[in-house]
C-alpha cells in the first residue's frame, strides 16, 4: 500500500545531541512537508519541499535542517540548537501544492531527556 | 492573536447528540478551508474540505462564513467512534501556507 513511512516512532536523546528523523513516501508526491505538533497547540511548519534538491524554511526552522536528495525522501535533523526539541514531529506529502490535501506520516515523537 | 482559533474542548456528549465547532481565522485573504480528525497520538487525516456553498458528508456538515472568518462543523447523530480531536485547517493558497488550529477535543459516551 502506499503510504509515509516515518522512524523512529519513539525517540530519546540527551541535551547536546543531533538526531535525524526519517520520512520515506512512495505516493509518487512532489511537495513534503514537516510539522512539529505541541500539546494545546496547531501543527507548525519547520521545513518543506515542493521539489528535489530544493527545500524552503517553514515558520520555525531555527535549530532544524533537512535534505531532499531523493523525491521518496525528506529527513528532518533536529541540532543541538533547537532550544525545545521536545515534541511530535509529523511528516507530509501532496501531490500538488495548492489542493489542501496533506498525507501524514504517523509521527515521530522525539524527548530529551 | 492567533491565526487560527478554537474551541479547545473538551466537548462530552452521550451518542445520538449533535455537536458543533466553530472556528475563526484572522487572515481575510484565506481560500481554502479544511476539517482534518486526529486520533490520540496519532497522525492527522483530512475529514473534509469546506466550500463557500457548504456542504455535507453522511452526518457531517461543514459550513463558512466569509464575512465574519469563521467555519463550522456540525456532526449529527455522534457515534462512539467520532471521539476524537478535530483541527481546523486554513490556507491562503499553496499548501505551505496551511494553517492549523490546535484542535478541538471530542469524547462521544454511551
Known amino acids: 500500500d502506499g503510504g509515509i513511512t516515518q522512524s523512529p516512532k519513539y525517540l530519546f536523546r540527551k541535551e547536546g545531541q543531533n538526531v535525524t528523523l526519517s520520512c520515506e513516501q512512495n505516493l509518487n508526491h512532489d511537495a513534503m512537508y514537516w510539522y512539529r505538533q505541541d500539546p494545546g497547540q496547531g501543527l507548525r511548519l519547520i521545513y518543506y519541499?515542493?521539489?528535489?534538491?530544493?527545500?524552503q524554511k517553514g515558520d520555525i526552522a531555527e535549530g532544524y535542517s533537512v535534505s531532499r536528495e531523493k523525491k521518496e525522501s525528506f529527513p528532518l535533523t533536529v541540532t543541538s540548537a533547537q532550544k525545545n526539541p521536545t515534541a511530535f514531529y509529523l511528516c507530509?506529502?501532496?501531490?500538488?501544492?495548492?489542493?489542501?490535501?496533506?498525507?501524514f506520516g504517523e509521527g515521530s515523537r522525539l524527548t530529551v531527556l | 492573536r492567533k491565526e487560527v482559533e478554537q474551541d479547545p474542548g473538551p466537548f462530552n456528549v452521550p451518542e445520538g447528540a449533535t455537536v458543533a465547532f466553530n472556528c475563526t481565522y484572522s487572515n481575510s485573504a484565506s481560500q481554502s478551508f479544511f476539517w482534518y480528525r486526529q486520533d490520540c497520538r496519532k497522525e492527522p487525516k483530512l475529514l473534509m474540505s469546506v466550500y463557500s456553498s457548504g456542504n455535507e458528508d453522511g452526518r457531517f456538515t461543514a459550513q463558512l462564513n466569509r464575512a465574519s472568518q469563521y467555519i463550522s462543523l456540525l456532526i449529527r447523530d455522534s457515534k462512539l467512534s467520532d471521539s476524537a480531536t478535530y483541527l481546523c485547517?486554513?490556507?491562503?493558497?499553496?499548501?505551505?501556507?496551511?494553517?492549523f488550529g490546535a484542535g478541538t477535543r471530542l469524547t462521544v459516551k454511551p
Open positions: 519541499s515542493q521539489i528535489v534538491n530544493d527545500f
Open positions: 507530509a506529502s501532496s501531490s500538488q501544492t495548492n489542493t489542501g490535501e496533506l498525507f
Open positions: 485547517v486554513v490556507n491562503s493558497y499553496n499548501n505551505n501556507d496551511m494553517r
